[in-house]
């Protein structure tokens, strides 16, 4: 089985940063896209942050300019590093990777989610 595990969430002030991390395990072929969402209370899930196997990303307009994307292919792990952060900010933030799981196939898995809130 494959699984994801969210960390580094948690509480901070207005403008300042934080990283989190997605840390992938299990008997996979290959990693394909992996992405970042967030789900604020009241509110549908959406995507904050894309990175393809080549490294080509993706931002919301909301994240524009103040998070960064990236991937580590040999330890199985995206980060999304934030700053300047808004209480708007605040929200679950998911993990979904998308798994070759054959030659052929690959297949989306989302982890747990971890917690930020951004509060003065």
């Known amino acids: 089985q494959v699984h994801l595990v969210e960390s580094g969430g948690g509480l901070v002030q207005p403008g300042k940063s934080l990283r989190l991390s997605c840390a992938a395990s299990g008997m996979i072929l290959g990693i394909n896209t992996m992405a970042w969402y967030r789900e604020a209370a009241g509110k549908e899930r959406e995507l904050v942050a894309s990175i393809e196997a080549n490294g080509v990303t993706n931002y919301a307009d909301s994240a524009q300019g103040r998070f960064t994307i990236s991937r580590d292919n040999a330890k199985k792990t995206m980060y999304l590093q934030m700053n300047s952060l808004k209480p708007e900010d605040t929200a679950v933030y998911y993990c979904?990777?998308?798994?070759?799981?054959?030659?052929?196939?690959?297949?989306?898995?989302w982890g747990k989610g971890t917690p930020v809130t951004v509060s003065s």
């Open positions: 979904k990777v998308n798994f070759q799981v054959d030659p052929i196939s690959g297949m989306d898995y």
